[in-house]
Every structure is written in C-alpha cells, then in structure tokens.
C-alpha cells in the first residue's frame, strides 16, 4: 500500500506563462512576436520528437523580438524562451 500525504501537486496554474510572456499569433503562419514582463536572453524551438529545430542567444537581453518561422515548419512545437535570470518557459506553439 502506498500513502500520500501533504504532497503538492502542480496543476495547470503552476506554468502559466501569461505573467511573463506572450507569443503572437498563435496559431502562426510566417512570424511571432515575442514579448514579456522579463527581457529574453535565449529562444528555442522543438519539435514534438524532441528535436531542436531553431536556438538563438542574446548577448544583450531584448524585451521583445520578431522571430520569422521557416516555410517548412507546419505542425505544433514548444517554444522555449529564457529570460535574464535564467528562468525557462515553455509555450505550445501551432504553425500553419
């Protein structure tokens, strides 16, 4: 038998984005807007197996960037954004 108690689980609300950053549109078609509260040090894409697809870093942290998307991406990817103090998030991201 196994008990539990007094253990915290984390729900939907524990990784909302909304407070840091938005992406626009989503769903996409040929670029989005990246834009937050914090300013962003490093931008990643991958795709549903995994794979890295795209990676930048920035020497000097913007608050908002235009990240044009390539014509074969089509499907859902998570994006990844870090910001300056290191902390990651990760949105779902659906191109079309």
């Not at 807007?33 to 914090?38: H, P, S």
């Not at 990676?55 to 990817?77: A, F, V």
Request: with cysteine.
């Amino acid at each position: 038998m196994i008990q539990v108690s007094n253990c915290p689980v984390a729900g939907l609300g524990d990784f909302d984005n909304k407070n840091h950053f938005s992406v626009y549109p989503n769903p996409a078609q040929s670029s989005i807007t990246i834009g937050g509260t914090t300013k962003i040090s490093a931008i990643t894409i991958y795709n549903l197996t995994g794979q890295k697809v795209f990676e930048t870093y920035y020497k000097h942290p913007i608050s908002e960037i235009q990240l044009t998307l390539k014509d074969e991406w089509n499907g859902l990817y998570y994006l990844e954004i870090q910001d300056s103090d290191g902390r990651v998030f990760s949105i779902k991201l659906v191109i079309e």
